[in-house]
């Protein structure tokens, strides 16, 4: 009831003009709150924004007001829990205000603006802190290079929040350490003046590369070092830091690394002359003088092609000579093959390619590797016609696979082969043809007709090819061939041309004749030393009527 009559008392407030402040139109926004202050990346206490007069004065008047929220350094949220992201807010009829919220992360003093459309705009800043103390950082860095024994130069370690802001208030002590290992000398613990713990006097003298440190305090999580190398002295020797194999391929590139160090023996990264390489019985091949990197003279691209024992001697101005252990040459490893007798250009059907096929088996430098006994397998390439016959997978003797029994029984031409072996790079003949066999054989590659005409050419005319052992014609044989009547019916006389020279494997009878009529007739082809063919069967039918004749003669005599 308190409420309802505070709303009818607003109302006969406005109605009866009892203030003049009253009546006064809303002119701008205004933040009702002093600047607050939360710790990073918690939420604020409550930001108020109303809408007032020219002077100031809070009105509740009778239409809403929606406010635009922007912050820069901060996120505005319209729940005290800071879940609920906001951007506008409306202040509703006879209302006065809106209420939000902010959260940063970075420490600082975020702006907030409150603005509405045709009222002058309100700005202010609020405060963000650092939070309680979480972790350790390195605020400075130890040097990227330190030498030997030197104090580094001082190192800042500091303390901060979750978020990374530094605790200012904090003096907790700081411990540092060497990663992964001992050996280093100073003052390793320091209380935080201000949240910032300096170390000035730590020292390695180990010389090396790849070391950090560790920062922690108690009840905070720790931190690492970005790494930092130890350079060492001026260099007093040489010696192979890295040597070559102890058996490296003819012709191919080896390496190997000359390191310099100091009267320590540690690495003399600093120094940076020539270091030169020579072999001890043969001309070095490569870049044999290279200038030392981080006291390291590295060599890629080294070589010999000569097999033979070997060593290398490396040397630089103002330093000893040093040797290399000893190490061998040898033939590379197989890496493919190659035809190294290939088919011959024209081979026959059914017989043994001649003289045999070799396939080799090469390093990556050409070099036949003579110890290599890898299975080869060899295939027809190309065209897809026809099988290869004869042993098609030998084991290499020698580096070199020998195939003596292979051979084609399909006639043509364009063919290749392909050797191949696991893990090798295959290799493709040259190209070459099958030609046809001996004769071996007839057949009627054109058959009689299935009815024939008395006293007429057989049309179409019959023709018998000549094909070898394989079924190839045998397209450059003048075979003579002969046809005769195999079945005949009706005891006929075959005439015209009965033997015939081949043309391109092909002779063709086109004037073969019947007189008699009759069913189920066959030709016979036949040659010397080949085998014959018979045809399929055949009808002779009479021509058409070309005369009259007495079947039956009148009496000689008449009663």
Known sequence: MKSIAQGLLLVLFFLLGMSSEARAAVTQLKFMNAPLS??????SGAVKVERVDTWGNAQAVSSTTTVNLAAQGAALYSDAGCTTPVSSMLIGTWGYFVTFYYKGSVVGSPSITASASGLIAASQNESVTSGAPAKVLFSSQPSAQVVAGS??????????DAGGNLVTGSSAPVSIALVGGSGLAGTLSQNAVGGVATFSNLALNAAGSGYSLAASSTGLAGASSQSFSVAAGPAVSLAFSSQPPSSVSAGAPFGAQVSAYDAYGNLAKGFSGAVGLAASASSLGGTVSQSAVGGIASFSNLSLNSAGAYSLVASSAGLPNVSSQSFSMQPGAPA???FSAQPPSQAVAGAAFAPAIKVSIYDAYGNLVSGASNVVSIALAAPAVGSLGGTLSQAASGGVAVFSNLSMSAAGAGYSLVASSAGLSSAASSSFAVQAGAPASLAFSSQPPAQAVAGQAISPAPSVAVFDAYGNPVSSSALSISV???????????????????????????????GNVGSGYTLVASAVGVSGATSQGFNV??????????VSQPAASAA
């Open 38 to 43: 939360a710790s990073a990346n918690q939420c």
């Open 151 to 160: 104090a580094f130069a001082p190192g800042k370690v500091s303390i901060v």
């Open 336 to 338: 493919s093959l190659a």
């Open 484 to 514: 005769a009547l195999g079945n005949n019916p009706s005891a006929a006389t075959l005439s015209g041309t009965l033997s015939r020279a081949a043309v391109a494997s092909v002779a063709s009878f086109d004037d073969l004749k019947l």
């Open 541 to 550: 039918q009479s021509g058409p009527a070309a005369a009259l004749a007495f």
